[in-house]
C-alpha cells in the first residue's frame, strides 16, 4: 500500500516557476507509476504528467517543454518542476500512485491513492 501527499503550490506571475512535491510511504514505491493531475475551477481533472518506476515519462501536450517530472528512489518522493507558467495553468494540482502498473499511466481511474491537492494560481 502506498500513502501520498502533494504539496508546493502557491501564487506566481505568468513566467514563474513552482516544483511540486509528491511524498510518499509505502513499501511499493520502488514498483510503482506516480502521476499529476489538475483541475482548474468549472473544469474536469486532466493529466498533466506520469512516471514509471523506470523513469520512463509521460506529459500532457499543454505542459511539454515548461513541465518535469521526476523521482527520487531513496527520498520516495516524485517531483514536478513547473516553468514558464502561464494563467492557465491554474488549477489544483494532485499527485496519484499506483503500484498496480509499472508503465506509464494517463488514466485517472487507474490510481489507487491520491494526495489532497495543491493549489497553484497564476497571474497574467
Known amino acids: 500500500q502506498l500513502q501520498v501527499a502533494d504539496s508546493g503550490g502557491g501564487f506566481v506571475q505568468s513566467g514563474g516557476s513552482l516544483r511540486l512535491t509528491c511524498a510518499t510511504s509505502g513499501e511499493t514505491f520502488h514498483r510503482s507509476t506516480v502521476g499529476w493531475y489538475r483541475q482548474a475551477p468549472g473544469k474536469e481533472r486532466e493529466f498533466v504528467a506520469t512516471?514509471?518506476?523506470?523513469?520512463?515519462?509521460e506529459y500532457a501536450d499543454a505542459v511539454k517543454g515548461r513541465f518535469t517530472i521526476s523521482r527520487d528512489i531513496g527520498r520516495k518522493t516524485v517531483y514536478l518542476q513547473m516553468n514558464d507558467l502561464k494563467p492557465e495553468d491554474t488549477a489544483l494540482y494532485y499527485c496519484?500512485?499506483?503500484?498496480?502498473?509499472?508503465?506509464?499511466?494517463?488514466?485517472?481511474?487507474?490510481?489507487?491513492?491520491w494526495g489532497q491537492g495543491t493549489q497553484v494560481s497564476v497571474s497574467s
Open positions: 512516471i514509471t518506476h523506470a523513469q520512463m515519462t
Open positions: 496519484a500512485a499506483t503500484d498496480k502498473y509499472t508503465y506509464t499511466v494517463k488514466l485517472a481511474r487507474l490510481y489507487d491513492y
